[in-house]
């Protein structure tokens, strides 16, 4: 088995080993992972965090060996937490991360990080708050930061921010917690998941107080949320048809 950790700050994850491919998720600065399969310009990778696979330039990415992968596995929480920062490397290059980059492989690239890092799991009132680091975010299919994101990478990377682990997309996502009978029962943090006419989970948002939702919907929005779904005021139309609520945290 190989490995390999993303030494650059936005790196696209494709679903076919083509650059025309459509792009799936995004590796962040310090995200690490397992290879799958190595061709001569394309690796198919398992992401450690979230099990994810997709497509990597292999041009994009630093192989690691198997304890380098098991040191980052078990290391405490160490992201950046502002919406862009920079480490540097020996010749004091800058390298501009996004936040939510992991931080634990500083050494294996020989960089340093100047910034204060997130280094403790946060208390569930902080979700909502770091949900604001988002907003007005473009919405961009399989992106995970503030320069472009989609729901589920949104949620994602939010409860990242603060210490917990979601899974990639929002049907999986869905998967986990407890889910609430009603909107009532739920709490600001708490995610909110949307089907479409099929009743397939297409959308994820997190519940604010007041009945709102703060989701990525063109850009990352505050809309009201009610019994149907999401309310868009703007439209005056719902936009989503809720299916079910969880309390992960």
Not at 5 to 23: A, F, H, K, Q, Y
Not at 38 to 66: H, M, P, T, V
Not at 80 to 92: G, H, M, P, R, T
């Amino acid at each position: 088995m190989q490995y390999g950790i993303c030494n650059l700050g936005i790196v696209p994850i494709r679903l076919e080993p083509s650059d025309t491919s459509e792009m799936v998720t995004q590796a962040l600065y310090g995200d690490y992972f397992k290879v799958l399969e190595q061709r001569k310009k394309w690796s198919r990778i398992r992401f450690a965090f979230d099990k994810y696979e997709g497509w990597i330039d292999n041009k994009q990415y630093l192989e690691i060996d198997e304890s380098n992968y098991n040191d980052l596995n078990t290391s405490d929480i160490h992201l950046s937490n502002d919406l862009i920062e920079f480490v540097s490397d020996d010749s004091n290059n800058l390298y501009p991360i996004p936040v939510g980059s992991d931080l634990n492989g500083l050494s294996l690239f020989k960089h340093q990080f100047d910034g204060v890092a997130l280094t403790s799991k946060s208390p569930k009132e902080n979700i909502v708050k770091s949900a604001f680091l988002f907003l007005n975010s473009p919405y961009l299919w399989g992106g995970k930061t503030p320069f472009g994101i989609d729901c589920s990478g949104f949620t994602q990377m939010v409860y990242k921010l603060n210490g917990y682990k979601l899974l990639r997309d929002a049907s999986d996502q869905a998967t986990q917690g407890e889910a609430l009978s009603f909107i009532e029962e739920s709490e600001p943090g708490d995610l909110a998941f949307f089907d479409n006419v099929e009743g397939d989970i297409t959308h994820v948002g997190i519940i604010m107080k007041d009945n709102y939702v703060i989701h990525a919907h063109g850009k990352v929005r505050i809309d009201r949320l009610d019994h149907s779904g999401i309310y868009n005021i703007e439209k005056n139309t719902h936009t989503h048809k809720l299916r079910v609520i969880k309390k992960i945290v």
